[in-house]
């Protein structure tokens, strides 16, 4: 058997590097760190050395495809598997952001849904019996409730496929654009959007993988709360470990788990999002 193996994107800072630290006292296996700064994630790594820690580093960038297939081949090569994902890479434009609604919608959401989809794309192949994803999304998914009933019900569609849901992200994008997004039934909330994507992403890849040959693979989706970070400007009640909490629990589920699946979890709870 090869050894385990777990991975946590955008995990120099924040969130991302608390999972790592939580992972390194609680996996039985490898644990990387990534970042898109080869210097910024080998200081990270250094810096949970100094705690007694051993993570290792690979560089990577969710929006670049040929680093996303640099970490796939490498876990291929080492590992012949993975066994945790936690998708936690991701931006967010501050409020005080004077940058056009459109550039803020498409760079947010190419970040936030394409890039989390496609590193998903690349690493599924590799996914072991039992693994488990976790898919750092968030209550901004709320905005859900902020669409028309007809954008709503084209999210909320049980038998939604990642295609579908590929082309509803991209009309939102192409209405931002066009200025006429709330006219069609979007909400003027780039960041909240970008995490309806991801959540409905998750529900998405768990029902496929539910079918999938490889038993026991779970994907869930989480809101890690309101966290002392960067990308809250420090304005978050929660420290990184107890924001890390929930994707910790999540990453951790035991063989065989039937509930949280497929879910959005918060407070190591199962929330219903979206009504």
């Known amino acids: 058997m090869s050894k385990k193996v777990a991975v946590v994107t955008g995990s120099n ?4 590097y608390a999972v790592v630290r939580g992972l390194c006292k609680k ?17 990270a ?8 820690l ?15 297939n640099r ?15 936690v998708n936690n890479a991701g931006i967010a434009y501050k409020q005080s952001s004077t940058a056009p609604f459109a550039e803020q919608t498409e760079v947010t959401i190419k970040t936030n849904y394409f890039g989390t989809l496609a590193v998903c794309e690349a690493l599924f192949p590799l996914l072991r019996p039992h693994a488990r994803v976790v898919n ?42 066009n200025g ?7 909400p003027s909330s780039a960041y909240g959007m970008s995490k309806v994507g991801v959540t409905v992403l998750s529900e998405i890849q768990n029902r496929q993988l539910s079918a999938d ?10 809101c890690p709360g309101y966290v002392d970070t960067d990308m809250t400007s420090h304005k978050g009640h929660k420290t990184i470990d107890q924001g890390a909490d929930t994707p910790l629990y999540l990453a951790l589920l035991p063989p065989g788990t039937k509930s949280p699946s497929g879910n959005f979890v918060s407070e190591r709870n199962i929330k219903n999002w979206s009504e």
Not at 13 to 16: L, Q, R, T, V, Y
Not at 72 to 85: Q, S
Not at 180 to 186: A, D, F, R, V
Not at 213 to 222: F, G, H, L, T, Y
């Open 213 to 222: 040959p490889r038993e026991d693979i779970i994907v869930n989706a989480c």
């Open 136 to 177: 750092v999304s968030s209550m901004a998914s709320a905005a859900i409730k902020k669409c028309s009933k007809e954008i709503q019900s084209k999210f909320r569609n049980p038998q939604l496929t990642v295609e579908e849901l590929t082309a509803l992200m991209n009309d939102f994008i192409q209405a931002a654009k």
């Open 45 to 52: 790594v250094k810096s949970l050395n100094s705690e007694g």
């Open 71 to 85: 970490l796939r081949d490498f876990l291929r090569t080492t590992y012949g598997g993975l066994d945790i994902l």
């Open 13 to 16: 800072k924040g969130i991302g």
């Open 54 to 68: 051993s993570p290792k580093f690979h560089q990577l960038d969710i929006n670049d495809q040929a680093s996303i």
């Open 27 to 43: 996996f039985d296996g490898d644990v990387y760190l990534t970042a898109r700064n080869e210097e910024l994630g080998k200081q």
């Open 180 to 186: 006429n997004h709330e006219s069609k039934g979007y």
